[in-house]
């Protein structure tokens, strides 16, 4: 490699070889990577999750009714036989 003036020694992120950064790129990911090998374009499928944009309320809200507790304890003076 020949001197550049005003150019810096980089190491790749991937391959690990030491490059100049004139010869390297970041990639989407923050990686410095070789421009001119190890670099790849972000691939056009992957995307960041969006939420949906949704109605979360109930439309017919109504508030919870009264325990009704019923007693079904038996004692032995009501039992027929």
Not at 21 to 50: G, I, K, V
Not at 71 to 79: K, L, N, Y
Request: proline share 7%; glycine share 4%.
């Amino acid at each position: 490699m020949a001197y550049k003036s005003g150019d810096y020694y980089v190491q790749c992120d991937i391959c690990d070889f030491r490059r100049y950064a004139s010869e390297c790129r970041m990639t989407w990911d923050n990686l410095f990577c070789c421009a001119d090998t190890c670099w790849e374009p972000r691939h056009e499928q992957y995307t960041e999750p969006h939420g949906l944009h949704e109605k979360q309320t109930v439309p017919v809200h109504r508030p919870p009714g009264d325990d009704v507790f019923i007693d079904t304890s038996i004692r032995p003076e009501e039992v027929e036989l």
